[in-house]
C-alpha cells in the first residue's frame, strides 16, 4: 500500500474541496442550472490532483496531474460562471482558492526539478513565470466575474482581450504614431546627444563643471510642465513628443557614461600611458568598452523613460492616433476596456524594446562578472 | 632633471648604461605634509643587467620604477633612459612595464591582449599576428590564444601580462611585483622561467620585489632601499653564474648574498614603526 503523504498546499486544497462541496451551489441565476455539473467535476478534478501529488509519484507525473487539475478546474469555473456573473458563492472562491493552491503546488514542483539537459532546464525557466503571469489572469478573470465587479473599474481579462484583438488597426496606427515615430526618434536622439554630451564633458574640464549641474536642473523640470511647452514649439505632431522624450532620456545617458569614463582603473590607464597612446587611442580601447555596463544601463532606464514620456506628452494636444491620445479619450468616453488594451499593448512594446535592450547588453558585456557569473 | 645626460657619470664603464640617476629626488605633497618618496638616489643600470630593487613598503622602489616609465616625475635631480629624458623614451616605447596584477582587459582575448600595444603603434595585421605567436610562445602560452583572461589562473594571466609587455620589443622590461600576488609554488616556476625568457632575449630587465630569495635568484645586481625617505643603501653585484637552477637557492653563496641583503635591510630599518 501506497503513503499518502501530501503537501500543505495539497492538503488545503482537499479541504478546500470538501467545504466547497458542502456548501453547493457555486453560483446563482442561469449558471444555477449547469451550476451543479460544473462544481461536481470541478471538485472531483481537485481531489483527484490533490490525491495524485500525494502520492509522491516522479515529479513529472506530479506536474501533469497538477496541471491538467488546476487548469482544468479554473476553465471549469470561468466558463460555468457565464450568465451567473456576480452571484458566485462561497463555493466557487473555495474551489478557486483550490485550484490556485494546486497550481502553487505545480510551481514549486517545477521549480524543484533539476533536468540533465540544458534545454529542458531553459523551458522550466521560461515555463514558472509563464504560469505566474497565467495565473494573475485567471484569478483576475474568475474574481471580477464571480464577484460581479462593475465593468468600469476593473473589465475582465476577457473583454480586454476580446477588445484588443477586435482593434488591432487602431492599436497598430497608434502604435506606429507613438512607438516608431516619437520615441524610437526621440530616445536615438536623446540618448545620442547624452553620450556625446558626456565624452565632450570628460574631454573639456570646462563642460563638466558647468554641464552637469545644468543637467541635473534639466533632469528635474517636470514632464507636466514642459510637454505643453514642446507643443507649441515643435507642433501637434510626432516631433513635440519625440523632444519630450529627448529632455527625459538626455540626462541618464549622460550621468551614467560620465561615470562609465571614469571607471577604468589608474592601472589599466597607466598601462595605456606606458603605450605612448592617444586620448582617443585610450578612450575607444579602454574607457569606453570600460563604460559599456553604465552605458547600458541608462539605456535600459531610459527604453522605459521614453515610453512613460512619449504617452505623457500626448496628453497635451496631438493629432487623432497616438497611445497617449486614445487612453485620454477613451477613459472620457467610458471605453476601459480600450484603455487596458491600449496599457497592454503598451506594456508589451516596452518589454520587448527592454528585452531588446538586454540582449545587447549580454553580447557585448560578456566579460562583465554580472554577466558572466563570478 | 634636465642637465643634459652626458653630465651624469655612469657607474658601470663595462656595459652602456641604459638607466642613469642621479640626485634623483621625489617628494608628494600629501594633506598631511610632504612625503618623501625618493631623495638623492644615484644609479646606473647596464644594458643586459637584471636588476631587483627590495626593500620594506614605502622605500619608494616602486616610485623608482615608475619614475624611470615616466608614470611620476622627479622633484629634483637627473635621470636618463637610453640616453633621453623619461618622456622621450616612452614616446618612443623604449620600454615594457609589467603590473602588480595583470591588467589585461576583460573584453579582449588573450591575443587581443598582447596585441593592444601593437594595435596602438599602428603595426600591420600581419605583423601583429606573427609578433603575438612569438611572444605567447615565449611565456608558454601557445594554445590559449583565444581563451579570455578571466578563464585563466593568476599565474597565466600575469604571463599574458609580460607576453604584452614584450611584444613590442621593447629592450627594457621594468617590473613591478609582478608575482607578489601569487602563491609560491607558480612563483618559483615564473622565476625560472623569467630567467630563461631574459637568458634568451637579452633584455635589461628593472625587478621590484619584496622577497629576498626572489631578488637573490633572479638579478645580477640587486638594490637594497631604505624608508622615509626612500634611499639606496646597498647595492650588491651578484656572484652567482647566470645559468641558474632552482636548487642554487641552497648553495652557500646563494645565502651569503642573501645573508647581505637582510642586512642592508635591517641597517635601513628605523625601527620606530
Redo the contacts between chains.
Keep these: 500500500m501506497m503513503h499518502l503523504r501530501p503537501s500543505w498546499q495539497a492538503l488545503l486544497a482537499i479541504l478546500a474541496a470538501v467545504a466547497a462541496l458542502i456548501m453547493l451551489p457555486a453560483a446563482g441565476g442561469a449558471a444555477a442550472m449547469s451550476g451543479s455539473g460544473f462544481a461536481l467535476s470541478a471538485i472531483a478534478l481537485l481531489l483527484a490532483g490533490a490525491l495524485v501529488t500525494s502520492l509522491r509519484l516522479r515529479p513529472m507525473v506530479s506536474a501533469v496531474a497538477l496541471f491538467v487539475a488546476a487548469h482544468g478546474t479554473a476553465w471549469m469555473l470561468i466558463t460555468g460562471i457565464a450568465g451567473g456573473e456576480g452571484t458566485a458563492g462561497a463555493a466557487y472562491f473555495l474551489m478557486l482558492i483550490a485550484a490556485w493552491l494546486l497550481a502553487w503546488q505545480l510551481v514549486t514542483v517545477l521549480s524543484g526539478m533539476r533536468p540533465a539537459s540544458t534545454f529542458s532546464n531553459y523551458g522550466i525557466r521560461l515555463i514558472v513565470p509563464a504560469l505566474f503571469g497565467i495565473w494573475i489572469l485567471i484569478l483576475w478573470e474568475a474574481i471580477v466575474r464571480g464577484a460581479g465587479v462593475p465593468f468600469i473599474l476593473l473589465p475582465p481579462p476577457s473583454a480586454i482581450g476580446a477588445r484588443l484583438v477586435n482593434s488591432i488597426p487602431i492599436l497598430a496606427a497608434d502604435v506606429n504614431q507613438t512607438i516608431f515615430k516619437a520615441v524610437l526618434a526621440g530616445y536615438v536622439m536623446g540618448c545620442g546627444a547624452g553620450f556625446a554630451a558626456a565624452v565632450l564633458a570628460d574631454r573639456f574640464l570646462f563642460l563638466r563643471r558647468g554641464l552637469l549641474p545644468i543637467g541635473n536642473m534639466v533632469s528635474a523640470l517636470p514632464i507636466i510642465g514642459i510637454a505643453p511647452i514642446m507643443v507649441m514649439w515643435f507642433g501637434f505632431d510626432w516631433q513635440s513628443k519625440a523632444a519630450v522624450v529627448v529632455v527625459m532620456t538626455f540626462f541618464p545617458m549622460l550621468v551614467n557614461t560620465v561615470a562609465g569614463l571614469a571607471a577604468s ?1 589608474s ?2 590607464r ?8 592617444s586620448y582617443w ?1 585610450t578612450l575607444l ?2 574607457r569606453l ?1 570600460a563604460a ?1 555596463p553604465f552605458i547600458f544601463n541608462a539605456l535600459k532606464i531610459n527604453s522605459t523613460l521614453a515610453l512613460i514620456g512619449a504617452i505623457v506628452a500626448e496628453f497635451f494636444g496631438t493629432p487623432v492616433v497616438g497611445m497617449g491620445f486614445r487612453i485620454s479619450t477613451e477613459v472620457g468616453r467610458m471605453n476601459v476596456d480600450m484603455v487596458w488594451a491600449e496599457i497592454a499593448v503598451a506594456a508589451l512594446a516596452g518589454s520587448v524594446f527592454y528585452g531588446a535592450i538586454a540582449l545587447a547588453e549580454r553580447a557585448v ?4 562578472p554580472s554577466i ?1 557569473g563570478g | 632633471m634636465n642637465a643634459p645626460a652626458s653630465t651624469v657619470m655612469p657607474a658601470s664603464q663595462e656595459a652602456p648604461a641604459v638607466v642613469e640617476a642621479a640626485d634623483l629626488s621625489l617628494t608628494f605633497q600629501t594633506n598631511d605634509g610632504p612625503v618623501h618618496a625618493l631623495a638623492d638616489v644615484d644609479l646606473a643600470i647596464g644594458k643586459g643587467e637584471f636588476v631587483s630593487f627590495i626593500g620594506p613598503s614605502g622605500c619608494g622602489k616602486t616610485t623608482f620604477l615608475r619614475v624611470i616609465a615616466d608614470l611620476e616625475q622627479p622633484t629634483a635631480g637627473s635621470i636618463s633612459v637610453n640616453g633621453m629624458s623619461p618622456s622621450e623614451a616612452r614616446q618612443s616605447r623604449a620600454y615594457g612595464y609589467v603590473f602588480q596584477a595583470a591588467a589585461l582587459y576583460p573584453w579582449r582575448t588573450i591575443e587581443r591582449n598582447v596585441a593592444l600595444p601593437l594595435e596602438i603603434m599602428g603595426l600591420s595585421k600581419t605583423e601583429q599576428r606573427e609578433r603575438v605567436a612569438r611572444t605567447l610562445e615565449l611565456v608558454n602560452l601557445t594554445g590559449f590564444e583565444k581563451k579570455f583572461p578571466w578563464q585563466l589562473s593568476g599565474g597565466m594571466q600575469q604571463r599574458a601580462s609580460i607576453a604584452r609587455a614584450l611584444a613590442f620589443d621593447a629592450d627594457l622590461l621594468l617590473m613591478d611585483e609582478p608575482f607578489g600576488a601569487l602563491d609560491e609554488i607558480v612563483r618559483d616556476h615564473l622565476n625560472e622561467q623569467l630567467l630563461e625568457l631574459w637568458a634568451r632575449t637579452e633584455k635589461t630587465i628593472c625587478f621590484v620585489t619584496h622577497s629576498i630569495p626572489e631578488a637573490v635568484y633572479l638579478s645580477t645586481k640587486i638594490v637594497v632601499m631604505s624608508p622615509r625617505p626612500g634611499r639606496v643603501t646597498d647595492v650588491i653585484e651578484s656572484t652567482l653564474p647566470r645559468e641558474r637552477p632552482l636548487d642554487i637557492r641552497e648553495s652557500s653563496e646563494f645565502l651569503k648574498i642573501a645573508h647581505r641583503v637582510r642586512e642592508g635591510l635591517r641597517a635601513g630599518h628605523s625601527y620606530d614603526d
Design positions: 582603473g592601472m589599466e597607466d598601462l595605456m600611458r606606458t603605450y605612448a597612446s587611442q580601447k579602454l568598452p559599456a558585456t560578456f566579460w562583465h558572466r
